[in-house]
């Protein structure tokens, strides 16, 4: 299993653009979900999706996008870039329902918005 | 989610145990205590969790104080590749994700 994974690694972009970051994983997780982590600091949740054609916001869901339309994918879309998104992304799964909540995690993509 | 207080940084010598205590005093009766670590800007890694049985795993123990109050990770054996960041994270087991801190800073020093 490639378990989480991440594309892509590194990102620059200028204020305005928009992108997509990519997630996938292969080991039929129904949980995922997408963090930032700005420097020195703790991840922050910024959205998840419990299965297939449901999301829902975390803590820092403005200008972030998700959609699932598969198990595998999760992918996060950036609508308009801008330098306060400057942060490293990263992506987790875990299997679903009660019970062990060890959460798999991606590489991460760094991303600069200058 | 109950909150968790860890202090922001911790030396370790190489070979000795790292004992990374985490304050939890308003945990609630059906929340777990996680722990994951953060190795130089790598994705976290799950290192242990409990509800209020002490637990071990290959990598780590994991203590909880009987009111569940606080909890202390224990490496038994520090290596100089333990060196990372270290959250404690409570949560439950339904729903969202998890909420991470500001961590633990653990040097092992040689």
């Known amino acids: 299993n490639a378990g989480v994974t991440q594309t892509p690694k590194f990102q620059v972009l200028k204020t305005g653009q928009s992108m997509t970051l990519q997630c996938a994983q292969d080991?039929?997780?129904?949980?995922m979900s997408w963090y930032r982590q700005d420097p020195g600091m703790g991840l922050r949740l910024i959205h998840y999706?419990?299965?297939?054609?449901?999301?829902d916001q975390g803590e820092v869901p403005n200008g972030y996008n998700v959609s699932r339309s598969t198990t595998e994918d999760f992918p996060l879309r950036l609508l308009s870039a801008a330098p306060s998104q400057t942060s490293v992304y990263f992506c987790?799964?875990?299997?679903?329902?009660?019970?062990?909540?060890?959460?798999?995690f991606g590489p991460g993509t760094r991303l600069t918005v200058l | 989610d109950a909150k968790t207080t860890q202090p922001t940084s911790m030396d370790c010598a190489e070979g000795r145990a790292a004992n990374l205590p985490c304050n939890h005093s308003t945990i609630s009766g059906n929340e777990y205590v996680y722990w994951y670590r953060q190795i130089h800007s790598q994705g976290p890694q799950y290192i242990i969790h409990?509800?209020?049985n002490n637990e071990t795993n290959e990598m780590a123990s994991l203590i909880i104080t009987e009111d569940r109050k606080s909890s202390t990770l224990i490496l038994p054996h520090a290596t100089l590749r333990d060196t990372a960041v270290y959250y404690c994270i409570v949560r439950g087991n339904a729903g969202n994700m998890l909420t991470f801190g500001g961590g633990t800073r653990l040097m092992v020093k040689p």
């Open positions: 999706s419990v299965g297939a054609g449901i999301t």
């Open positions: 987790a799964s875990r299997p679903g329902g009660s019970g062990n909540n060890e959460q798999f």
């Open positions: 080991m039929n997780h129904e949980y």
């Open positions: 409990g509800l209020k």
